[in-house]
Nanobody, 124 residues
Framework: QVQLVESGGGLAQPGGSLRLSCAASGSTVPTYVMGWFRQAPGKEREGVAYISKGDEYTYYGESVKGRFTISRDSASNVVYLQMIALKPEDKAVYYC?????????????????WGQGTQVTVSS
């Protein structure tokens, strides 16, 4: 059984930081690509960042470039999202997604395995 467990969400002040973690478990979990997307109320799903095994491919959404950093521990199947300089518009539920390599043919449109999501709120 594939399971993705996210942690690290919460409340941060504008300009603050948070670090999200996602641990993938299960003998068949596809982890070639691990990443994060977010969804805010009333808005479409937005790809935030992804990273492939061996760090060969990385991607950041335009709205988070320079502020968010994705990394992974492939031995443990854990992906991290370090978020700094948080803005109120970063408020959303952040979901972890893992996928095999074919996902990269059409990132964020192809559907991998999703976690349950973790809430990030940025407010003073």
């Amino acid at each position: 059984q594939v399971q993705l467990v996210e942690s690290g969400g919460g409340l941060a002040q504008p300009g603050g930081s948070l670090r999200l973690s996602c641990a993938a478990s299960g003998s068949t979990v596809p982890t070639y690509v691990m990443g994060w997307f977010r969804q805010a109320p009333g808005k479409e799903r937005e790809g935030v960042a992804y990273i492939s095994k061996g760090d060969e491919y990385t991607y950041y959404g335009e709205s988070v470039k320079g502020r968010f950093t994705i990394s992974r521990d492939s031995a443990s199947n854990v992906v991290y999202l370090q978020m700094i300089a948080l803005k109120p518009e970063d408020k959303a539920v952040y979901y972890c997604e893992t996928a095999p390599s074919w996902w990269l043919r059409n990132p964020w449109t192809n559907v991998g395995t999703w976690g349950q999501g973790t809430q990030v709120t940025v407010s003073s």
